[in-house]
């Protein structure tokens, strides 16, 4: 019943093929786990927790059927036609240059507001996924995303599994905590990141351990203490004591210098090979990292917010559409000028006012950590 296999990728728990399905008159991935690399208990997760998920919503990568043999478990899923996302930005970063970048002909905000649709849905049924990243999201050839790989999924409202997801994109309290972690809230951190790596290219630290516990201000999961100097990754160790600043210097400086046809030349951070297409303003670029920071990369969990970031987006997007342009990347700050920083507008020096909003925001945050340590 399934025939022309193709393999698609092999990793350290499964291979995944391409098949012709008869039956269906269509392509399936089958993603083959063999017995020995999974546990019974493991891949009965993956597949209680796709069931729930079903076949409806148009964002999750859905199972349509299930098998067992001697030798494997075999999930047949969906067929994205695109791949993963980061696949398709490895492709998209070749054909780009520093100055030069690829544009990719997909809308960011569309790809936000799916994602966003895919785990507010598994977060209503109390699934929370636990690997957010670019590999795990899928591409369907109309530009649609899928989310898949529910293997580190879980209906627990709270865990104490301290071995679970992606170094780069885990929440610093999936690495420690009193209490156990809200697992929503490691998925919204898990977006933030993936929304940076989209954005960059980059991850912006290798991972974000922090020794030391403290409880939470309601004494309930305790998050790690941000103390000067102990992260275990430099990059981290930055991020938390000024976010803006290092997110700044990191994504934002090499872009603004490019931009402004200066040569970068500090290694710290790497300019992007690439732009979206609905990305044309680099105050967008900026507003849009200051969301992320605020909302969904936030060092305490009480901080994050999916639904918050979503609304704070789509304003930036609906303000970019009022004033754009000509689909140039442009310095043009009052294209994405919202209320709160009108006093901004006058601004005329681009990197002088990003330089500045984030440092002087990186006040504000420095004593919501201290507050919250
Ligand atoms: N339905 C699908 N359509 C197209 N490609 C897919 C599909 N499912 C998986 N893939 C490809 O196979 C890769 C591995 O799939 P998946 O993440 O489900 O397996 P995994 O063994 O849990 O991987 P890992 O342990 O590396 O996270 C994906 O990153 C993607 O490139
Ligand atoms: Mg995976």
């Not at 954005?199 to 351990?209: L, W």
Request: proline fraction near 3%.
């Amino acid at each position: 019943m399934y025939s022309n296999l193709e393999q698609i990728q092999s990793g350290s728990f499964s291979t995944v093929y391409k098949a012709w399905c008869s039956t269906l008159n269509k392509y399936v991935a089958l993603k083959v786990i063999p017995r020995q690399k999974y546990t019974e208990a493991g891949i009965m997760n993956e597949f209680r927790i796709m069931k729930l998920l079903g076949t409806k919503h148009p964002n999750i990568c859905s199972m349509i059927d299930y098998y067992e043999d001697e030798n494997n478990y075999i999930l047949v899923l969906e067929y994205c036609e695109c791949g993963d996302m980061y696949d398709f930005l490895s492709i998209v970063k070749r054909q780009g240059s520093v100055g030069h970048p690829a544009l990719i002909q997909l809308d960011f905000i569309k790809i936000i507001q799916q994602l966003y649709s895919a785990l507010n849905y598994a977060h209503s049924l109390g699934i929370a996924h636990r690997d957010i990243k670019p590999e795990n999201i899928l591409l369907t050839k109309e530009g649609n995303i899928k989310l898949a790989d529910w293997g580190h999924a879980t209906l627990n409202k709270v865990s104490k599994d301290f071995n679970i997801g992606t170094d780069n994109y885990r929440a610093p309290e999936t690495f420690g905590c009193l209490n156990g972690y809200d697992t929503a809230k490691c998925d919204t951190w898990g977006v933030g990141v993936t929304l940076f790596y989209l954005m960059f290219g980059q991850c912006p630290f290798r991972n974000a351990e922090l020794p030391g516990l403290l409880p939470n201000s309601n004494g309930s999961a305790g998050i790690a203490a941000p103390t000067v100097g102990v992260a275990k990754c430099r990059n981290f160790q930055q991020y938390l004591m000024d976010p803006y600043g290092f997110i700044y210097r990191y994504f934002l400086e090499p872009i603004v210098c490019v931009h402004q046809g200066n040569e970068y030349t500090s290694n710290e951070g790497k300019p992007s090979l690439y732009v979206w297409q609905d990305m044309v303003n680099i105050y967008q670029i900026f507003y849009v990292c200051r969301i992320i920071i605020d909302n969904l990369a936030a060092i305490d969990p009480d901080d994050r917010s999916m639904a918050k970031s979503l609304t704070l987006f789509e304003k930036v997007w609906n303000y970019n559409d009022q004033y754009n342009s000509n689909g140039n990347l442009s310095t043009d700050e009052s294209n994405v000028t919202d209320n709160n920083n009108s006093d901004n507008a006058n601004n005329s020096n681009s990197a002088a006012f990003m330089k500045d909003s984030f440092n002087n925001t990186s006040m504000e945050r420095k004593q919501i950590i201290s507050k919250s340590s």
